[in-house]
């Protein structure tokens, strides 16, 4: 049973710095795409940064670029976000993703895309 498993989420002020973590197990991810969504309270769920299967492509949303960094370690099967200069815009629950397929030369921004999804991990930044 293949599972995403997210954490390093809670609570912190605003311009402080989180760091989020993505643990696959049940198969590897090492060939595919993986990613961040988020959604806050009443917001559609959104895009926030994706990461090419061997690390050489990154791809961030406009709100979060410059301030969130996504990175990877195919030998732990781990992608993770690192997330500076926080702000209360950001609260949401951080959903991890995975593609089953081989990943190409495109980072899809869109939740159709990705095939595997973590249950989501809070992230509350206090002004």
């Known amino acids: 049973q293949v599972q995403l498993v997210e954490s390093g989420g809670g609570l912190v002020q605003a311009g402080g710095s989180l760091r989020l973590s993505c643990a696959a197990s049940g198969r590897t991810f090492s060939t595919n795409t993986m990613g961040w969504f988020r959604q806050a309270p009443g917001k559609e769920r959104e895009f926030v940064a994706a990461?090419?299967?061997?690390?050489?492509?990154?791809y961030y949303a406009d709100p979060v670029k410059g301030r969130f960094t996504i990175s990877r370690d195919n030998a732990k099967n781990t992608v993770y976000l690192q997330m500076n200069s926080l702000k209360s815009e950001d609260t949401a629950v951080y959903y991890c993703v995975a593609q089953r397929s081989q990943g190409g030369s495109y980072l899809s921004t869109s939740e159709w895309s990705y095939e595997y999804w973590g249950q989501g991990t809070q992230v509350t930044v206090s002004s």
């Open positions: 990461i090419s299967w061997n690390g050489g492509m990154t």
